[in-house]
C-alpha cells in the first residue's frame, strides 16, 4: 500500500480526486503509459517533458520516468510509493496536463491556474505490455531444459541451471550453433551429413553439434573429432558412448595427415593455430565440402613476411603490426575461398570481452566461376603487401592453376 504523504489542507482539496486516483492506479499496478506535458512556467522550465512506462527489473515491476530535455534524457526507475510522491511533484509544481493510459481507461487531467484538477474519463486505448531489462534470449538450448551433454560437461547442473562459472560458454555453445543453423540449406538432408571437426579440444562444440543435428533436428549425421591429445581423445570417446551419441567418433590425429574420406559435406577447424587452418581449409576445398566453419588461431605466418613502405607508421608498434597480420592472413584466407568457388563471410563468434579468438570465416560451395575480378583484387593484394601466403601451398595447383 502506498503511504500518504503530507499535503497542505487547500491543496489537499483542490486535487483530492488527482490523487485518490493516482494512488488507485499505482496500487494496482495497471499504468501502461503516461505523459506529462504542458510546462506551467516556462521561465523556471527544467525538462520538457515526461513519460512513465511499466518495465521488469530482475523480476521486480518498476515505473520507469523519462525526463526529456533540450539536449538530453534522463531515466529513473521507481516503485510504487516513489511514483506516487513523483507524479504528484510532477502535477503540483511542473506540468498542466498528464495522459496517463492504463488497463481499464484513458485519463486525461488538465490542471487549472488555481490548481484544481480537470479529469477525463476514456476508454481503454493501449494493452498492457511490460518492457524487461533483464529479457533473456531465446538460445537454441535453453536454461531450465535438461541437456545431457552440457551435464556431463559441467555447464549446467542436473536441476537443469547454467553454472555461474560455465556461462560464458554456455553462450559461445548457442552462438555457434545459431551460426550452424544458417548452414542447413546447403547440407543435403537425404543422405547421411559427413563432418569433420578438426582440432575438437574437449568437444564442447562437437557434442552440441550432435545433439543439435540429430537430436532436435532429427538429421543422420556422421562426425568425426580429430585432436593430437590422446588423453581428450579417450575422454571424449568415452563421453560419446555414456550419451548414447552412436554415429559421433573420435581419433587422434592431426589436419594435415588425415586422409580417411575422399568426400566431406561440412569441415569445422576452430582454432587451428598458424598455418593449420590453411591445411583444414585445404582439405575441405578438396573434399568437395558444401560448408566450411574456421576459426582461426596464432597467425603468425605473415608477422615476419608483410612489407609495406606506406604502413611502416603502423608497423613500428609490434601489437599494432601484430593484429595487422591477423586481419591480412584472414582476409587472404577469405579471398581464396572466394576464388575456390564459395561464398564466403567473415563474421563475429563471438564477444570480445570472452576471448580475442571471435573472427569466424563462414563459406558455402555455390560454384561461382566468375573470379577474376577477385583473382586481379587478390593479386593486387598479395604484390601491396610483399606476401607469398602459405595457403596457396597448402591448395596446391588446384589454387595455383586459378591464379595463372
Not at 495522459?99 to 494493452?127: C, F, Q
Not at 554456455?170 to 542447413?184: P, S
Not at 563474421?347 to 577477385?374: C, G, Q, S, Y
Amino acid at each position: 500500500m502506498i503511504r500518504k504523504i503530507n499535503l497542505k489542507t487547500g491543496v489537499l482539496n483542490i486535487m483530492q480526486n488527482l490523487t485518490e486516483l493516482m494512488e488507485k492506479i499505482i496500487n494496482e499496478e495497471s499504468i501502461i503509459y503516461a505523459v506529462f506535458s504542458g510546462v506551467k512556467n516556462k521561465s523556471e522550465k527544467t525538462f520538457n517533458k515526461v513519460t512513465i512506462k511499466k518495465v521488469t527489473i530482475k523480476d521486480e515491476v518498476k515505473h520507469q520516468f523519462e525526463y526529456i530535455y533540450d539536449k538530453n534524457v534522463e531515466h529513473k526507475n521507481l516503485d510504487n510509493d516513489e511514483t506516487f510522491v513523483e507524479m504528484y511533484n510532477l502535477t503540483k509544481t511542473y506540468f498542466k496536463q498528464v495522459l496517463i493510459n492504463t488497463v481499464d481507461a484513458d485519463y486525461h487531467i488538465l490542471i487549472s491556474k488555481k490548481g484544481e484538477a480537470n479529469i477525463k474519463k476514456k476508454a481503454a486505448s493501449k494493452k498492457a505490455e511490460v518492457a524487461s531489462h533483464n529479457r533473456k534470449k531465446k538460445y537454441i538450448l535453453n536454461e531450465g531444459e535438461l541437456t545431457p551433454f552440457l551435464i556431463e560437461l559441467g555447464i549446467m547442473t542436473k536441476q537443469g541451471k547454467i553454472v555461474n562459472a560455465k556461462y560464458d560458454k554456455f553462450k559461445q555453445i548457442n552462438r555457434y550453433l545459431e551460426l550452424v543453423a544458417d548452414c542447413i540449406p546447403y547440407l543435403d538432408k537425404n543422405k547421411t551429413i559427413r563432418i569433420i571437426d578438426f582440432g575438437c579440444g574437449k568437444a564442447y562444440l562437437t557434442f552440441a553439434l550432435y545433439d543439435y543435428l540429430v537430436l532436435k533436428m532429427g538429421y543422420n549425421v556422421e562426425i568425426v573429432g580429430l585432436d593430437l591429445k590422446e588423453n581428450v581423445i579417450e575422454f571424449c570417446s568415452n563421453l560419446a558412448k555414456k550419451l548414447n551419441f552412436d554415429d559421433l567418433r573420435f581419433e587422434q590425429g592431426d589436419i594435415k595427415g588425415f586422409d580417411q574420406f575422399t568426400d566431406v559435406d561440412m569441415v569445422i577447424s576452430l582454432h587451428a593455430c598458424n598455418t593449420a587452418t590453411d591445411e583444414a581449409l585445404a582439405k575441405a576445398v578438396n573434399w568437395g565440402a558444401n560448408v566450411i566453419l574456421a576459426v582461426p588461431c596464432c597467425q603468425h605466418e605473415f608477422l615476419k613476411k608483410i612489407k609495406n613502405e606506406k604502413m611502416i607508421p603502423m608497423m613500428k608498434y609490434g601489437i599494432i603490426k601484430e593484429k595487422l597480420a591477423t586481419l591480412l592472413t584472414d582476409t587472404v584466407r577469405a579471398n581464396v575461398l572466394e576464388i575456390m568457388g564459395y561464398r564466403t563471410q567473415v563474421l563475429e563468434f563471438i564477444d570480445m570481452e570472452h576471448t580475442p579468438k571471435n573472427v569466424m570465416i563462414r563459406a558455402f560451395f555455390e560454384d561461382n566461376t566468375n573470379i577474376k575480378k577477385t583473382v586481379n583484387q587478390y593479386k593486387e593484394f598479395k604484390n601491396e603487401w610483399q606476401i607469398s601466403p602459405y595457403i596457396e601451398e597448402a591448395f596446391g595447383e588446384s589454387l595455383t592453376s586459378k591464379l595463372d
